[in-house]
C-alpha cells in the first residue's frame, strides 16, 4: 500500500480519504464497517528539525530553556522531553582508546548549557565529556579511558598537572602550553 495512504492505527486495515481537519490536514478513515477510526497522517520530521534547531540554539546561547520554550510556546517541561532525544546522540568512537598517541590537544569550549571537554589528535575526537566547568575531576573523566599520550597540548589551564599525576603518578614528559 502506498506511504500517503496510512493503514488504520486501530485495526490496521486500509484507510480511505475523508475530507480534511479545520487546519486543512487530510483526514483518513478505516474501511473496516466494525472499525470506521478517523485519523490523520502526520509528519514527524518537520517538528524533529524546528526541534533540533531550537536545541542547538539553546545550548549555544545564554537563554534559558524557560525562555526557549516561551518562544516555541510550550511549557518547560514539554521542552525538555521534545529535547531528551538529542541528547542520546551517540558520537563514535573510531579511535583506538589502547593506544599511545604521540600528541593528544585538550581543551574546554563553554556553551549556554555547559563546558564541553574535548580530547582530540590531528585525525580524530579521541574523547569529550559534558561539565559544568573545567575542573580537574572532569579533566580526569575526560583522559580516564585515554592511555596517557607522550605529549598533551592545552591552554594552560591550572588543574592539568594535578590530573596527569594522578593518572601517571609522575609529571616528567608531560608539555602544557
Known amino acids: 500500500m502506498s506511504k500517503n495512504r496510512p ?7 486500509p484507510t480511505k480519504r475523508n ?8 483526514r ?3 474501511k473496516d464497517k466494525s472499525c470506521r477510526a478517523s485519523t ?11 526541534d533540533f534547531t ?7 546561547s545564554k537563554q534559558s530553556m524557560q525562555e526557549v520554550a ?26 583506538d582508546n589502547f593506544r599511545i598517541y604521540d600528541q593528544v590537544f585538550i581543551d574546554g569550549t563553554y556553551t549556554g548549557a555547559g563546558c564541553l571537554l574535548i580530547a582530540a589528535t590531528r585525525d580524530c575526537v579521541l574523547n569529550w565529556v ?34 596527569y599525576e594522578h593518572n601517571l603518578g609522575i609529571q616528567q614528559g608531560w608539555a602544557g602550553t
Not at 40 to 50: G, H, K
Request: charged share 25%; aromatic share 10%.
Open 7 to 13: 493503514r488504520c492505527p486501530v485495526c490496521h486495515g
Open 130 to 163: 559534558w561539565a559544568r566547568n573545567e575542573t580537574t575531576a572532569d579533566y580526569e573523566q575526560l583522559l580516564k579511558p585515554l592511555q596517557p599520550p607522550l605529549m598533551v597540548v592545552l591552554d594552560g589551564g591550572h588543574f592539568i598537572p594535578t590530573t
Open 28 to 30: 483518513w478513515r478505516c
Open 54 to 60: 531550537a536545541f542547538i540554539d539553546c545550548i549555544c
Open 19 to 26: 475530507g480534511a481537519t479545520s487546519k486543512g490536514t487530510v
Open 70 to 95: 516561551d518562544a516555541k510556546g510550550i511549557s518547560k517541561r514539554s521542552l525538555e522531553r521534545r529535547f531528551r532525544t538529542f541528547w542520546f546522540i551517540d558520537i563514535p568512537h573510531e579511535c
Open 40 to 50: 490523520t497522517q502526520r509528519c514527524p520530521d518537520n517538528r524533529l528539525s524546528s
